[in-house]
């Protein structure tokens, strides 16, 4: 397979949908020698901050010398994304010399009577064998959805388990209270190993903290940072006896989300990772998250967000407050129709002049913009619906004008398409 017939595949496979569960993907990965039990991997699960955790984690491994494979979903720019080493996204030559060896498994599974791989199981396989190959020193694997069922879930050496804040998502896969949700993230933890744990709600340590006695597992909390300072192009925080740490990512919650990576970087130090202070300082600083609280231009102020659930709005709203201070504030917001979207915007919708809704393109799960509109009109009054992402950027640079600001969020579906039209 070329590139183009690559995507094809997995598109098509993509279409009848995922399943949970760790039968078919370790079928899969005993025809590809169990390759994912060779490597050193570094697994997250949670409902917030997996992505941004690992890209701070990315980068300090990086920059001290390690070959470093992250696989993280979903893509927002470029579907490659998905799979890198040290930042740099995987080539179209080898995402299709991938898919056509995971391919063939799968086939040769459906020969012997199995269903085929999801997806997300193929992505999956596809990312352990390519960084196995290209010989990483460490693998940060992010969750789909979940923990115990997760495909990412199939290796038995992870070295690191790290568990990102939980709140109520996927509730109808992963059940209706934190307990049961804590329960299938913390499903992630392996025997004789390590976690860290973000800030979390009391109900949730109790599950994290059990699930990891029971696999005699080394169990470490995130602390609170402190001394945080907000700035246009940086913000400087302490982390315990960390200093004048600095990043240049957006956002109160990306301070959370740098000192889950400090607390990993401690416990890879015990694993024999060299790791200084110096490392750990410039890594952090250095880290990029493209659509995560991210400006796009200053006049009017722009910033695109894929903030998407209760606990994310909660962020997003401390952040509007810090950063679009004295502004007045118009929001684009499109979501997915199977996200909790009434509760993002009770939490956010009051700090709007204005509120433009769109339908993401390209997406089966959208929600109409239209009928969001209804929902956001419970909330604030001063709503409309825009029929194309051109029309909403244009008419919300006009309302807020050059002394305002956009604030675009609800989904990372279509924060691309977003960017395309802006730039």
Request: hydrophobic share 35%; with cysteine.
């Amino acid at each position: 397979m070329n590139y183009e017939s690559a995507r094809e595949y997995i598109n098509n496979i993509s279409k009848k949908g995922n399943v949970l569960g760790l039968e078919s993907i370790k079928n899969l990965m005993n025809r590809l020698d169990n390759v994912q039990d060779q490597l050193k991997v570094v697994h997250i699960a949670g409902t917030n901050g997996k992505g941004s955790t690992l890209a701070y984690l990315q980068s300090v491994l990086s920059l001290a010398g390690y070959k470093t494979g992250r696989y993280n979903s979903p893509a927002v720019f470029d579907y490659l994304e998905v799979f890198s080493i040290n930042g740099q996204n995987m080539t179209r030559e080898d995402y299709a010399k991938y898919v056509t060896i995971v391919a063939e498994k799968c086939q040769e599974m459906e020969r012997e009577g199995f269903p085929h791989p999801t997806y997300f199981e193929m992505e999956t396989a596809v990312a352990y064998k390519y960084f196995y190959d290209m010989n990483c020193d460490v693998v940060l694997m992010e969750t789909g959805m979940g923990g115990d069922t997760d495909a990412t879930n199939v290796t038995e050496h992870t070295i690191l388990s790290l568990i990102s804040p939980i709140s109520l998502d996927h509730m109808q896969f992963l059940g209706n209270t934190l307990e049961e949700i804590a329960g299938h993230k913390a499903g992630i933890i392996k025997h004789n190993s390590a976690v860290v744990t973000a800030i979390q709600q009391s109900e949730v340590y109790e599950v994290i903290q059990k699930k990891a006695q029971e696999m005699n597992s080394e169990y470490r909390r995130m602390e609170e940072p402190s001394a945080i300072r907000f700035f246009d192009n940086r913000i400087i925080f302490d982390y315990k006896g960390y200093k004048d740490l600095q990043i240049q990512m957006k956002g109160n919650f990306q301070v959370y989300n740098a000192s889950l990576c400090i607390e990993a970087v401690e416990i890879l130090r015990t694993k024999g990772f060299e790791l200084s202070d110096e490392m750990l300082y410039q890594g952090l600083q250095n880290t990029v998250w493209h659509g995560r609280f991210e400006k796009l231009c200053d006049k009017p102020l722009i910033i695109f967000d894929g903030g998407h659930n209760p606990d994310a709005a909660k962020n997003l709203r401390e952040s509007i407050e810090i950063y679009f201070t004295n502004k007045k504030i118009v929001y684009i917001i499109g979501v997915l129709a199977d996200k909790d979207y009434n509760q993002v915007l009770k939490l956010t919708a009051d700090l709007a002049k204005y509120i433009i809704t769109i339908t993401p393109q390209n997406n089966a799960r959208a929600l109409d913009g239209r009928k969001l509109l209804e929902t956001v009109k419970r909330y604030n009054k001063n709503a409309g619906y825009a029929s194309s992402i051109e029309e909403a950027v244009a008419q919300a640079k006009e309302l807020a004008g050059e002394n305002g600001g956009v604030m675009i969020f609800g989904s990372l579906s279509y924060l691309s398409d977003i960017q395309d039209v802006i730039l």
